[in-house]
């Protein structure tokens, strides 16, 4: 059952349990294997029900592409290694990388409880979530955590203009009493290749400061900025920290830099494949203490910040989540029809 809200005319509301079908009907439809349909299925649903446009029900067409140009592996059986060390090392067999996080976080729980840090490293999977998923799923635990993934070569180095980084997200979520954590999660590049998808679907430009043109000349036109290079966020520094995404969650965990994956991609257009690294730290470990002065500590600066009229990050995502579950998961009218036909 749909119903329009009537802040937004061109926006459907359904309820996340109808929405959750459609989008594993899709997902069989493809012929994803069982565990992928469900693994996949939860992560997109749960961004299109915190209101993340460039990460939600949208990424059904982008599995859609990967699945039809051959590249994935359907039925994938990610292997994860267990050494009794720090390390969890997940190889996900070219198939998405959802199952395999899912798959690798029991042991990076117990390997961060046992050592009070401990290390995810998911090798050749196909990666076109946002990160907070899996980090919110370390936060349960009482864990902080840190994510890196690269994704395909769009982004110039600052004082370049030629792609070479992916748009490269950095995540990190620090455990919270109370039903949410603190968690923020951002791509390295002034905006996100979803966001500049969306705006080229769209046929709106996009603000000026996210890309040059293939002349190198600053532009606001999504289709020529994929012709040319998209930007960092914040000049030389998102530089740099686009760059340790490279070297940390490709070149260190011996997976493929944003580069590599572009080129393996060869033309197809599709998701990208590469590697990720999360973190994850027991705070008990680190305060050698209780952690509750600790808890206290983090709490008085968060609310230090909130109290200066400041929002957190994910307090949009939150309360959208609120209202999706009280209301039911909006989703743009016109995605939900090409979505439909994914199904029909
Ligand atoms: P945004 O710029 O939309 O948001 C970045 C973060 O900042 C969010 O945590 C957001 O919280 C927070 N935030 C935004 N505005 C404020 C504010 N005024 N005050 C405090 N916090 C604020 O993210 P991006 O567009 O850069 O990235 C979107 C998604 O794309 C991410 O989830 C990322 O993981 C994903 N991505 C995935 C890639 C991949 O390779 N798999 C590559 C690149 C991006 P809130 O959400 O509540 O607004
Ligand atoms: O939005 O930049 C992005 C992205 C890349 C891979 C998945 N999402």
Same mark, same amino acid.
């Not at 749960?46 to 460039?54: K, V």
């Not at 973190?279 to 203490?289: I, Q, R, Y």
């Given at each position: ?117 401990? !290390? ?23 864990? !902080? ?52 998808? /969306? ?6 430009? /996009? ?5 040059? +043109? ?27 920290? !686009? ?8 070149? /260190? ?12 991609? +060869? ?35 968060? +609310? ?41």
């Amino acid at each position: 059952m749909t119903s329009t809200p009537p802040d937004s005319p061109a926006m459907v509301l359904i309820p996340e349990t109808e929405l959750g079908d459609i989008v594993q009907r899709a997902l069989a439809r493809m012929g994803l294997a069982g565990a992928h349909v469900q693994a996949i299925a939860k992560v997109i649903v749960s961004g299109q029900r915190d209101a993340c446009q460039s990460h939600g029900v949208y990424r059904l067409i982008s599995c859609f592409d990967a699945v039809r140009a051959g590249k994935v592996k359907l039925d994938a059986e990610p292997t994860v290694s267990i050494t009794g060390g720090p390390i969890v090392q997940v190889d996900a067999q070219f198939g998405f990388s959802p199952l395999a996080f899912e798959r690798g976080l029991p042991a990076l729980v117990e390997a961060t409880r046992r050592h009070g840090l401990g !290390a995810l490293v998911i090798r050749r999977c196909f990666h076109f979530s946002a990160l907070w998923p899996e980090i919110e799923a370390i936060t349960a635990h009482g864990l !902080a955590a840190l994510a890196l993934t690269p994704s395909h070569a769009w982004v110039a180095p600052a004082g370049g203009n030629q792609p070479l980084f992916g748009t490269n997200p950095i995540a990190f979520g620090w455990p919270r009493p109370g039903p949410y954590p603190y968690v923020f999660d951002f791509a390295t590049s002034a905006i996100a290749r979803g966001d500049l998808e /969306l705006h080229r679907r769209a046929g709106k430009s /996009l603000p000026e400061g996210c890309g040059v +043109d293939a002349a190198g000349q600053p532009s606001t036109d999504p289709v020529e900025i994929a012709r040319g290079a998209m930007l960092a966020f914040g000049g030389h520094k998102g530089s740099a920290l !686009a760059t340790m995404v490279e070297l940390m969650a490709g070149a /260190l965990i011996g997976d493929w830099t944003s580069q590599e994956s572009l080129a393996f991609d +060869d033309g197809a257009g599709v998701t990208p494949c590469h590697g990720e690294l999360v973190l994850a730290f027991d705070p008990a470990a680190f305060s050698g203490g209780d952690g509750e002065a600790q808890t206290a500590r983090a709490e008085t600066l968060l +609310d230090a910040i909130t109290a200066q009229g400041a929002r957190l990050p994910s307090q949009r995502r939150f309360a959208a989540r609120e209202r999706s579950q009280a209301e039911g998961i909006a989703v743009p009218a016109a995605l939900y029809a090409e979505i439909l036909r994914l199904v029909s």
